[in-house]
């Protein structure tokens, strides 16, 4: 049965594809002026400032009322900075530093940066408890794994971003930190005993006004057993509009992702979102093209008249996403914010530990700085700058830099590197060390044969026993390598 142009618009009127290239395809033009929703923007996209507000001036030419996502959480996650790295440090540092004003003021600087962007949603910020240190997704992208902490930070990055005119979007619905499995590649399980802490930032954002939230693509057995959060009705009808009371946009993760795809394709897995409660459609991340976003709108449209999508949901869907761009389209200017806050928050950041009696810090002469590098998941940018040694370098001439990957870090490797620092301080840089075995091993590889050395840990601080001294940034943004460089030259 061929599909009703009215009902296609419909469809169309809750999605958000990706498209490549640094400006609107033609399919991205025409689409818009037939009634798309949104649009998601990814690092791929934007090439800098001048650029990105050409590129959504053009999609607002098409469709004035478009809503312009990203992926922008500061930190390990970004797309406006993912080329020069984050000047912002991520969730777990402003965590750590626990003055809500300071993350407050950290969003409002964020949000002024998007808005002069163009873009009009921000996934962000992450609301999840980072409660397993094993977590393979999450980690420094959660506020920490305390879930009053988390909740009240949650609530003024809400306040500053939407103080900004950017709508914030609060994720993983119903929270990714308890878990230890990525969602892109399968279906993490959320523990039932945790349920409870790990939905407080969620009420906390709720609370703020948050205007949207993103659904984890999760399972949650003591609520559906079978169905992940995404395409649950009890997990998004149930919970959070009936029992927790959110009334804004809920727009889904990735569609793409095997967690919901996997069994349904990625058109029905679309459907079956939105007909368990979900507003929009996010996809892209790697699916960023004409036939995908066909698929889908005809997927969404099919479902209707098969009678899987009652035509009212997919009708109460479309108005939720209309009022949040009429929101977006209406709220002020952005608030200026405190120049230069994100180094601020990365200095404030900072923990040193001191193991040794000598005096290690500051670094006597040029040292030679080991970087250990893990692979990234597919949240991060794998171009995006990260370490030590290179603001080091600035700071104190004569730094020497190696940078090691996995099938890198073999014992002669090491081995030749302890020989060439023989002479001179050495630093070891590692992220996530207690994730990656092959950096433990490496590491104390080093310290066996240089008890001396300074490590400084760019991921979650799991030990603070290694090295001389240690230094725990608590971030690998730019701006966190910075703090790190100015401790270990005496300029912190």
Known sequence: MPLSGDLLRLADAVLFPGFAGHGPPDWIRRRLGEGLAGVVLFSRNIAGPEQIARLTAALRAENPAVLVGTDEESGEVTRLEAATGSSRPGAYALGVVDDVRLTEAVAVDLGGDLARAGVTIDFAPSADVNS??????????????????????????????????????????????????????????????????????????????????????????????????????????GLLREELGFDGMIITDGIEMAAVSGAYGIGGASARAIAAGADAICVGGERADEATAAGIRDAIAAAVVEGLLPEERLADAARRVRELAAWTTSSGSPTPAEPGIGLVAARRAIRITRRSTAQVLPLADPAHVVELAPEMNLAIDKKTPWGVGEPLARLVPGTAVTRLTSGEATGPALERLIATAADRPLVVVVRDAHRHPWQADALRHLLSARPDAVVVEMGLPARADLGAVHIATHGSAPVCGRAAAEALSGRL
């Not at 609520?223 to 649950?232: F, M, V």
């Open 132 to 237: 397993n240190p094993d977590n393979p997704v999450i980690g420094l992208r959660a506020f920490g794994a305390d879930p009053d902490l988390v909740a009240r930070h949650t609530r003024a990055f809400v306040r500053g971003l939407q103080s900004a005119g950017v709508a914030a979007c609060a994720k993983h619905f119903p929270g990714h930190g308890d878990t230890s499995v990525d969602s892109h590649h399968g279906v993490p399980v959320v523990a039932e005993q945790g349920i409870e802490e790990a939905l407080r930032p969620f009420r906390a954002a709720i609370a703020a006004g948050v205007k949207a939230v993103m659904t984890g693509h999760l399972l949650v057995p003591s609520y559906d057993a079978e169905r992940p959060a995404t395409l649950s009705p009890k997990v998004l009808a």
